[in-house]
């Protein structure tokens, strides 16, 4: 019977994310994470045999974990808007400092360069465009916005949350969860269903019966 892990593969997989936040993919060693999760590398190298395989390791749970995320997410929040922008928010967690984000983006380059990397990428992308379009559907039934090309609309959404956080990492502006949320509110701001107004009982009546006074005058 094998023995339990002391530390689960999420706790490590997590100590590794928040190396890579810190030094990049390309410094991260072994010893670093140990380090950081409380384990020998030992112990790392006999659970995932190599830095590539941790690595594969981390962007696999990454992958697997979207569909909880959007779930957790919208059960805590009414409005499908408010779930929605909420999601974009979880973005910015590794990328609270430009560092962070130039780091985020050396990850990238192996999710682009190498094919295992890529198909969790592209399996992580369908994922969120996904999740995105649930919550606008929702938004649209929820008459939050207008009807609309929600699958469209996802999409753009995708890429305007990654440029904006490249943005803010070059202009430094104030917070990154702040510029996230003004450039995502610019976008969906002319399809928010506006409130009508309610027309008081005889406004026109009374504007008549108004005038008439004052000729009796």
Sequence with gaps: ???????????????????ISRIGPARLTLAEVA???GLSPATLLQRFGSKRGLLLAA??????????????????????LGALSASFEEMTHMCETPEAMANSLAFLEIDLTDPDFHRLAWENSRSMLAGYRALLDEAVAARE?????????ARALSALCGGSLLSWAILREGTVTQWLRDDLDTVLGPLRVRPRKVRRAGGVAGKAGTRARKRKR
Excluded at 8 to 13: F, G, T
């Design 35 to 37: 380090a950081e999760a």
């Design 145 to 153: 916005i207008v009807p609309c090309d929600t699958a469209r609309l």
């Design 59 to 80: 962007a696999g749970q990454g992958m697997a974990g979207v569909e909880e995320c959007f779930a957790r997410i919208r059960s805590a929040h009414r409005s499908p």
């Design 1 to 19: 019977m094998s023995r339990p892990k002391t530390t689960p593969d999420a706790e490590v997989l997590a100590a590794a994310y928040r190396v």
